[in-house]
């Protein structure tokens, strides 16, 4: 019975589809990390962005996040899976933006960084469908990265009140699970599009990848919104 359950979690974490080819899902995992918050005790998501010298970046959600807070980072390679690879004890919070923006910029300075990465989606290369597939990516209760197909409804504007600034958000027909914030939606070519953020109505919230850009870029880590290809 136990190895009948390793099994289901082994092959359960790629998404099965013939739109996400297995070598970008495999991708997708071993660049999707899990975040424990072991302040505030809360879990979540992220993925591995950007590298630059010795320090490793991971974008995710901000919601459950504070600077200061003692994180967690477990990393996993396919491998490895269900396992994490390596974790780490010892990761800095060092932009984050609590608005409807929800995102955060997560560095892990070691000697033994992760391996794996996605680059984020150049503005000209995003989805201009009204409708689309995309893969979503995150830890949930299974406690490692699953991918998932989503069908994204489209980009809108939203706001909490009518005192918030608004922020553009990829709408998603299913909402995620909780533990799943912060992981990536990724386009058929292994980019991110955009970060999971909350759910309302039944419908998952991404942060669009033109509000990342544009916060990289307002930020000390601009580099990181000028990716190459994967």
Known sequence: MVHGLFLLLVFGQFADSEEFAKAVQERAVAATVRIVNRTRRVEGSGVLI?????STYILTA??????????EISTFTIASYPDPENVYKKAEIVALAKDMRDLALVRLTVDNPPRAGLALCPLKLLPQDKEFNALSVGCGAAAAPVCLVEKVKGAKQVRRSAAMQPALCWEAANEQTPGRSGGPLIDRHGRVIGVASGVNDGKGYYSHAEEIHRWLKATDFAFLAEPKDP
């Not at 950007?50 to 010795?54: M, P, Q, T």
């Not at 901000?62 to 994180?71: A, V």
């Open 50 to 54: 950007g590298r630059k010298g010795k």
């Open 62 to 71: 901000g919601h459950f996040l504070e600077r200061g807070d003692r994180l």
